[in-house]
Structures are given as C-alpha cells and as structure tokens.
C-alpha cells in the first residue's frame, strides 16, 4: 500500500481517504464555480479519489457540510453545485423525488408484486407494501397539487389506494 497523502497525485485507489476530507475537498472545489458547477470528472480528477470515495464525500455534505453552512448541495446530471437559490432547489427536490417514484414504484413492481397472495402471507413484505402505497399516495397528492414529482400520470401501473 502506497504511503502517498490525499490530494497526492501519485496516490492509487489503495489509499483509504477520510470521508470528512473528502467532503471538504469537493466543498472547495464546488463553491467557487457558481452556477455552472463542478462536473463529476472534473472532482474525480482533482481530488484522486474513487467513484466510492466521491459517493461518501458527497453524503458527508449532505449529512453535515451543508446545513452548517447554509447552503444546498445539488447534484444534477453529474454536476455537482452549492446554493442559496430556492427555486433551484425546489426543482431539485422535485427531480429527486421523480427519483424515489419511480424507485418505490419498481420496487412493487418488480418485487413486492410479482409474489402475488404470498406477500399477505408474509408479515414484513406485507407491512412493506401498505407502507409504500402511502408512500405514492403522499407523491400523488403532490402531483395533484400541480407539483411535478410522479413521473407517471395515473400511477404509471401501480395502483395508488
């Protein structure tokens, strides 16, 4: 194992990098670019870190850097930015709530659903299931409110109680 620091352009993968410095390293990178951001890649390359180690540096952000600084951390399309604009932020949460439609919606579809009388069976795919209609019966009354954050009109298949 290497005995390069973060940061060091010779470091190899085999570094473990602390969550923490990499949260702060995409933070600097990322604040001084605006609104166009800092591209994927671009943090990639200049932090020497992995895919991995970009993902926790990104949810140390999330879980901390942001609300201490009050400011948003936005990713779209692998661009990465940080923000006080509530309406970039609103179109951001309604993009990512898109995000969990769609994953509540597969997650009935393609696991829950296809065991058919057996999931009544089965106290916890069960419990599950209810809890995830409720779940899309709090997305669709968003919708119907003119919120954009079911991407299928009328339950795109599954029913919603």
Known sequence: M?????????????????TQWVGERIWS????????????DDLL????????????GKGYIRDFTAMARGKAFLATRSVYLISTDANRCSEYIG???????????RMLSGTIDPLGDLVVQHDV????????????QVVEGMRERGFPVSI????????VP
């Open 152 to 159: 299928m009109p009328n339950g795109g298949g599954v029913p």
């Open 29 to 40: 990178l990322v604040e001084p670019t605006g609104d166009a951001g800092a591209p994927r």
């Open 125 to 136: 795919l069960n419990y599950y299931r209810e809890e995830i209609l409720r779940m899309l």
């Open 45 to 56: 390359r200049n932090i020497f870190c992995t895919v991995n180690q970009l993902e926790r």
């Open 95 to 105: 993009w990512r709530l898109r995000t969990v439609d769609r994953e509540l919606r």
């Open 2 to 18: 290497t005995t390069a620091s973060p940061g060091d352009p010779t470091r190899t993968a085999a570094v473990r990098l602390p």
